[in-house]
């Protein structure tokens, strides 16, 4: 049986309100307002708990992915909360259109739409994959350019902010300071201001010296990095409100930018062409893409510097870290990038760290869970945790999981001890060669 509904049309940007499953909380406020900006009604869905997976489990098999099976859930249940006009709702979900299976997400959901008596509603897709041609959102020039602005001062923001609320003297300033700079920046995007390259690179000094104006009292604290599938790693419906747990543990929390998934999808288009052949003039203009990106992300890590706070290197410095543990050519899912965070993590002082992932996602398992011991071979005081996310895993299993990491980190913060030496080359093959001799 062929499940459709309709597709979105450039005539619906007027007529319909699109609603949008909700991920990387600040970016995706800072989206809503670049789409507002170009004539989109938009919602970002703000539904969670355990009904929404409940209800993603009715319509979705539960071996699919677990955040199609979350997002789907958001839809259907934001669709019957009767909020909505349902001859005038939309609904926009991304595709990465990769190896694994977030490229069938919008067929998954169409078929879960169709069976909840939902056919009438059109989905609309946000892809670069070339997915669902019919159906994809409209993205003009400026549409994209105040996207990836969003990304960039909402990146910015989350990690000012992390590094920020675990030591502020004033309980509230932080999240106080962050929502003032997502009001200012909205006001931006929607007055088409400061989202051109030139313009973010000054206004990024500005939100750094403002956070740095924030009364603090710096005390030793467990620092935890969070890695993993994408979704998984930034949506607290997906990962059962992560960071806000870490921080009640009274932690400093870093959760590596969006921005860099963005900047790793660009830069597999080289490596593609690099191992198995293609069109040369692609490969330069995405090498040309990622230098433009990469030269305003060091911008905002210069501003962070200059300001006093941590910032990681630039993106062409995050692909070399993997080399020796993984090829740049382990791409489904996360792939090298997913190893390559854990190993930033771990040198810039974020050596606890929580991996997550959904339960059954292959890719992830091989490029998180499986990398561990690579990385720890290498960096001895490296104390990562990987925790599967699954409908049927429960709340108090992943956090108890997580406490015994942070258990480790506080006695490692209490009573610190000589680094440990990493483990040679011949010694991660198993040591030296051994001669065989025989006994006349």
Avoid at 11 to 20: A, G, R, S
Avoid at 53 to 80: E, M, R, S, W
Avoid at 274 to 297: P, R, S, T
Avoid at 366 to 386: C, E, F, Q, S, Y
């Amino acid at each position: 049986m062929e499940y459709m509904t309709p597709n979105f049309t450039k005539d619906m940007v007027k007529t319909h309100k699109i609603l949008i499953p909700n991920m990387a909380v600040t970016q995706f406020r800072l989206m809503q307002a670049a789409l507002a900006s170009e004539g989109y009604q938009t919602e970002v869905l703000g539904n969670c708990g355990s009904e929404v997976a409940q209800l993603g489990l009715k319509y979705v098999h539960n071996d699919t992915c677990y955040p199609a099976l979350l997002v789907i859930g958001q839809f259907l249940d934001a669709l019957n909360s009767g909020k909505y006009d349902l001859e005038h709702t939309a609904l926009l979900i991304t595709q990465t259109g990769g190896g694994c299976r977030a490229s069938n997400y919008i067929k998954l959901l169409r078929k879960a739409l169709v069976k909840a008596g939902y056919g009438n509603i059109p989905v609309a897709s946000l892809n670069f994959s070339g997915l669902e041609k019919g159906s994809g959102l409209p993205l003009t020039l400026p549409l994209l350019r105040k996207v990836i602005a969003s990304i960039f001062y909402g990146d910015m923001l989350v990690a000012l902010r992390s590094q920020t609320y675990p030591y502020e003297d004033r309980r509230g300033d932080a999240d106080a300071m962050t929502e003032k700079w997502i009001s200012t920046i909205q006001g931006w995007i929607r007055g088409d201001k400061n989202y051109s390259a030139h313009d973010m690179k000054k206004r990024f000094y500005d939100i750094a010296a403002d956070y740095a104006t924030i009364p603090i009292t710096r005390v030793p604290k467990v620092k935890v990095g969070v890695v993993g599938e994408i979704y998984v790693k930034y949506s607290p419906l997906g990962n059962n409100d992560l960071e806000k747990f870490l921080e009640s543990q009274d932690c400093e929390v870093n959760l590596p930018g969006l921005m860099g998934f963005v900047e790793y999808c660009v830069a597999n288009y080289r490596l593609d062409i690099d191992l198995y052949g293609g069109n040369k003039l692609v490969a330069g203009g995405a090498d040309k893409f990622l230098g433009w990106l990469d030269g305003i992300g060091c911008a905002s890590y210069d501003a962070m510097r200059k300001y006093g706070f941590y910032a990681p290197g630039s993106f062409r410095e995050l692909m070399k870290k993997p080399e020796g543990i993984i090829s740049l050519g382990a791409k489904m899912g996360e792939g090298w990038l997913l190893t390559a965070e854990m190993i930033e993590l771990v040198e810039g002082g974020y050596g606890n760290i929580v991996c997550a992932q959904p339960f059954g996602c292959l890719p992830n398992h091989i490029v998180g869970k499986g990398m561990i011991n690579k990385i720890r071979a290498l960096h001895p005081d490296a104390n990562i945790t990987p925790v599967d996310y699954d409908p049927s895993a429960t709340r108090v299993n992943q956090e108890n999981r997580i406490k015994l990491m942070l258990a480790v980190a506080r006695e490692k913060l209490d009573t610190p001890i000589a680094p440990i030496r990493p483990l040679t080359a011949e010694e991660l093959a198993g040591g030296a060669p051994q001669v065989a001799t025989t006994v006349q």
